[in-house]
């Protein structure tokens, strides 16, 4: 039983790191084997999220960057900007210090364009008490850095040691279902359409617009890709009174591109709101003032936080057959009920 949020934060952020590292193992970092989730993972939303609960684990935020070094190839660039962009208080600098790394191993402008577009800051100078400690301890403090500092993230305000690539991290497992959007980007290529084929195979039909809210790129453009497919005789339309519907036969692309699913077709999550509902959470939680609150403001905080967080949650498209109480509940049972439903969100895609 939960008798503080500061409790319900610690448990919280070791299901989030849980959750984060059985995801990448999936798609091939390096470290313990997990089984695989019947879902479609999307890299740009979790790379996101990695980068900023990556803070919390250090060697889970090396190891992504590894993976980086090996995979960051199918990594669609423009859409990370598109993401980003939704979030108002994510701190691009991470992001653009890994970038800044990735760049001297990618000799291509992949990386450099990660900022394109987006307000960037200039480098911090050599004044260190502009300077923060990167990593953190569970308890949010921070992390004495021992040693020599990574130059590359002290450019851009954060202080650790340096990065170590190890390289130990695996290409893509083409066979694996939730590995489905980078498999169709080693087939179609980095680009948009690779996206809307990932969607429309795990879907019956989709009309444009709600291809572009998924897959986060503008709906003029999804419009424009989407009506050169059906040229191809393998995608087909169909319409419904005036909006006109995208399918294709899903059990010839299954084997087409090789990938038996272990039972149904593997789910589409929208991680974008998922994850960005996740994070509202941890920053609410993070907050200093929350643990001076009596027990009943926190309860009153919870509950409006878990409201602002609803629509993203359930836009998801994940069920959740234990549901946020909308009843007055103890402290104990409201927390406890709470972290349950997060804890099936996070912990399989069934349902």
Avoid at 36 to 43: F, L, R
Avoid at 103 to 129: M, Q, T
Avoid at 166 to 185: A, V
């Amino acid at each position: 039983m939960f008798k503080s949020l500061r409790e319900f934060r610690n448990e919280y952020l070791e299901l989030m790191l849980d959750f984060m590292w059985r995801q990448w193992s999936q798609i091939g970092v390096f470290g313990e084997a997990y089984n695989q989730d019947n879902w479609v993972i999307d890299p740009e939303a979790l790379l996101l999220i990695s980068l900023e609960m990556g803070r919390y684990e250090p060697r889970m935020f090396d190891e992504v960057v590894d993976w980086l070094v090996i995979n960051g190839k199918w990594l669609n660039v423009q859409r990370l900007n598109n993401i980003i962009k939704l979030d108002d208080r994510y701190n691009r600098d991470i992001l653009f210090a890994v970038a800044d790394i990735l760049s001297k191993e990618d000799k291509s402008a992949k990386w450099r364009r990660v900022s394109k577009n987006l307000a960037v800051k200039s480098p911090i100078n050599n004044r260190e008490e502009l300077h923060q400690s990167f990593f953190l301890f569970k308890d949010g403090k921070p992390m004495p850095v021992m040693g020599k500092v990574d130059e590359t993230f002290r450019k851009y305000g954060f202080l650790r040691t340096p990065v170590n690539l190890r390289k130990l991290s695996k290409e893509i497992q083409s066979h694996s279902p939730s590995n489905l959007w980078l498999k169709l980007r080693a087939l179609f290529g980095v680009n948009l359409r690779a996206d809307i084929i990932a969607y429309l195979i795990t879907h019956e039909s989709a009309h444009p617009r709600r291809v572009a809210r998924e897959v986060i790129f503008s709906q003029p453009r999804v419009q424009t890709t989407m009506a050169e497919l059906p040229f191809s005789g393998l995608v087909w339309i169909k319409h419904t009174k005036r909006e006109k519907h995208y399918w294709l036969n899903r059990e010839y692309w299954w084997q087409a591109i090789n990938i038996t699913p272990g039972g149904d077709i593997p789910k589409w999550i929208n991680w974008v709101s998922l994850f960005r509902g996740f994070l509202h959470i941890w920053r609410r939680l993070s907050e200093p003032d929350i643990d001076s609150l009596s027990q009943y403001l926190q309860l009153s905080e919870l509950r409006q936080l878990m409201e602002v967080v609803r629509n993203d949650l359930e836009q998801s498209g994940l069920k959740i057959s234990h549901p946020l109480p909308t009843e007055p509940y103890k402290f104990e049972d409201y927390v406890g009920s709470v972290f349950e439903s997060l804890r099936e969100i996070l912990g399989s895609p069934n349902g």
